[in-house]
């Protein structure tokens, strides 16, 4: 008999949109599934609609006060009964075979975690699957950014392909403890911690590239008007604890003023949300203590160096395809940039080539 899956669809003022979402999850081949539905204290009656329109269908749950993605997600952990637990957005569906192929991204191996490939709409899915053909596809970078790469023989032939960090994901239940995303994230990197954290204890993220599900995104920036700026304050407050807890102290030293010079870049780029990033700013400095204490507890526990993550990762900063000024003037700041990861020691896998095959666990994609 297969293993229980627990989904979980955190939802918040998603009355219009979940219930896509849960029937596709309901009509999927796999046959063992627990989906739990865990509503953020929303007021649009959401609950009281999955409640009467699913009753014990699924597992119905809530959050006492309104606690973010990160919130719904940990309060629907304590009432997951799967051998593996199955992260979802309520703006997803999923066809058929989803599931199936999610649990094969994990099916007889040890310290994997899965992936989905996510699409929009169907011009967005096929462009994907170009690229896949093409053998190219994304890789995450030493600032938090995403370029291109090629996908080595084993990728392009399993369609699994070893990825930095994931959104949707499925994992062991045994890999957590009572929390899935550090409590105090409530939304936007903590996807990031939570690879990082699981790498570090020589986990692997897979994506499965047969797993393909429709996330239309940003649903609840739309339907909640104050939520762009909530957006901009947790996600530049947790991108900064990241990168302070998870890598290695030398590391932190050799990127801070590259890591540091994009998030004021991006932040200047965006001039009516500057109070927030201010606000965010302002919260790191007054809690390095907390992130010091994160940091002290991440470090202990580790089992892999940095130097380990590094060979997924891309040393360049940014890409640009299109010709323009732009694409002049980000390829004069990458090559500065692997002068720099040369003269400092920081080895990604494509320190020496640009077009280089990243060297990848072999055994976590085959």
Known sequence: MPPLISVIVPNYQGREIFPACIDSLRKQSYPRIQIVFCDDSSTDGSYELARNTYGKAITLTRTKQNSGFVGACNTALQVCKGTYICIV?????????????????????????????????????????RL??????????LVGTMVSRS???????????????????????????????????????????????????????????????????????KKVPTFNMRASYHGTRNQITNFFVLYEWQNVLKLAPWFFA??????????????????????VLFHLGTIYQRRKRMQRTRTVSDAEILRILSYRLHEVKKRSWRQLVVRGANACMRLYCKIVH????DLNDDDAIPRIHEKAVS
């Open 151 to 221: 996908l080595t023989p084993m990728e392009r032939k399993t369609g699994h392909v070893e990825m930095h960090a994931l959104g949707a994901v499925i994992l062991p239940r045994n890999v957590l403890t009572d929390y899935i995303y550090q409590h105090d994230y409530f939304a936007y990197g903590e996807d990031i911690e939570l690879c990082w954290r699981l790498r570090l204890q020589g986990y692997h993220v897979v994506l499965n590239t047969k797993a393909m599900m429709r996330h239309y995104g940003s649903y609840t920036k």
């Open 89 to 129: 957005n309520n703006d997803a569906t999923f066809p058929r075979n989803w599931m199936q192929e999610m649990y094969n991204t994990v099916k007889g191996k040890k310290r994997i975690i899965g992936g989905s490939l996510a699409a929009a709409n169907k011009k967005e899915e096929a462009y994907l699957h």
């Open 132 to 141: 896949l053909k093409q053998g190219i596809f994304g890789v995450n970078t």
């Open 346 to 349: 920081l080895r990604t896998f």
């Open 262 to 283: 994009m998030s004021f870049g991006r932040a200047l780029a965006r001039p009516s949300h500057w109070p927030q990033y201010a606000k965010a700013y302002c919260w």
